[in-house]
């Protein structure tokens, strides 16, 4: 069955420190995985997109990474600001279909 | 920047009535999406649509539901006749031919009555 899911599912830090987001998936045959970040009431808004061949994508202070052989893939948040807090969802595509994770709800605290 | 545009934002309708929510792509994107996210919960995969047809659709997009491009530019979703369980917010994406980035609209929030 293919699946999404994120840990943890909820998330509280204070400003200016690191966090990790987790994200396993059993989705087969894999096409590429997305993180996006969701502010309440709003839509996604797309923050790194991985193909199969990457490991590691960059995108100011999110690093996403992917490791296809277990499935996993990591959203790794450097120097947290308050605009931080929002949810952030792992998006696995797949031949012609998609699935989402939960999310985890990020809170950064001053 | 170009960006999806959705209307209306909000939308209340009593139950059984018929509902067309409305989105406006990015206008060079050819792949387009519907989703919606149940409060609370996580966003679902509703829909596709390219080359003028539904490529791909989930178990929820059902008989009552149905999407059109009526004029190149709108994407719609119909909703024949809304039960209170089709409350949600209602998101539209499109990507470009490239297929690679993903663009999401603001949403619109359904409210059955």
């Known amino acids: 069955k293919n699946q999404v899911e994120q840990s943890p599912q909820s998330l509280i830090i204070l400003e200016g420190k690191n966090c990790t987001l987790q994200?396993?998936?059993?989705?087969?045959?894999?096409?590429?995985l997305r993180w996006y970040k969701q502010d309440t009431g709003r839509g996604p808004v797309s923050l790194t997109i991985?193909?199969?061949?990457?490991n590691t994508k960059s995108n100011g202070r999110y690093t996403a990474t992917l490791d296809a052989d277990t499935k996993q893939s990591s959203l790794h948040i450097t120097a947290s600001q308050l605009s931080d807090s929002a949810s952030y969802i792992c998006?696995?595509?797949?031949?012609?279909?998609?699935?989402f994770g939960a999310g985890t709800r990020l809170t950064v605290k001053p | 920047e170009p960006e999806v545009t959705q209307t209306p934002s909000h939308q209340v309708t009593q139950m059984g009535q018929e509902v067309i929510l409305r989105c406006v792509p990015i206008?060079?994107?050819?792949?387009f999406y519907w989703y919606r996210q149940i409060l609370g919960q996580k966003v679902e995969f509703l829909v596709s649509?390219?080359?003028?047809?539904?490529?791909?659709k989930s178990e929820i997009f059902d008989d009552q539901f149905s999407v059109e491009r009526p004029d190149g530019s709108n994407f719609t979703l119909k909703i024949r006749s809304t039960k209170l369980e089709d409350s949600a917010m209602y998101f539209c994406?499109?990507?470009?031919?490239?297929?690679?980035?993903?663009?999401f609209g603001p949403g619109t929030r359904l409210t059955v009555t």
């Open positions: 649509f390219y080359n003028n047809e539904i490529s791909e």
């Open positions: 206008s060079n994107h050819l792949y």
């Open positions: 991985m193909t199969f061949s990457e």
């Open positions: 994406a499109s990507i470009s031919g490239t297929g690679v980035e993903q663009y």
């Open positions: 994200c396993n998936y059993t989705v087969s045959p894999f096409s590429n």
């Open positions: 998006v696995v595509r797949y031949v012609n279909d998609m699935r």
